[in-house]
């Protein structure tokens, strides 16, 4: 069992910047990938970044490649998302997952999932 929980987020101007970071329990952290995903009012929850077990291995959507970075800390069973440049677009509830592995940009993919947590950005 792993439980996550987010922090992070909040209200920000269009072109500044925000990291989240996800907080996850167990001692197994270090065997799980991890992903980003989000979802804004009246739409479907989509793949933002995913990172492997590692950390050597990372991906990203289109529309946040080069904006967002994710990264963990195995250590801290913490993994973050960077968030830079960002834009009114990027508004939604930005929730962490975690799972052994599979087709990482499927939501059905991930067997954990956090709470969840707001960013908006103001234009």
């Known amino acids: 069992q792993v439980q996550l929980v987010e922090s992070g987020g909040g209200l920000v101007q269009a072109g500044g910047s925000l990291r989240l970071s996800c907080a996850a329990s167990?001692?197994?952290?270090?065997?799980?990938?991890m992903g980003w995903f989000r979802q804004a009012p009246g739409k479907e929850r989509e793949f933002v970044a995913a990172i492997n077990w590692s950390g050597g291995s990372t991906y990203y959507a289109d529309s946040v490649k080069g904006r967002f970075t994710i990264s963990r800390d195995n250590a801290k069973n913490t993994v973050y998302l960077q968030m830079n440049s960002l834009k009114p677009e990027d508004t939604a509830v930005y929730y962490c997952?975690?799972?052994?592995?599979?087709?990482?940009?499927?939501?059905?993919?991930?067997?954990?999932w956090g709470q969840g947590t707001q960013v908006t950005v103001s234009s």
């Open positions: 997952a975690a799972d052994r592995g599979g087709e990482y940009t499927i939501s059905t993919t991930w067997g954990y």
């Open positions: 167990g001692r197994t952290f270090s065997s799980y990938a």
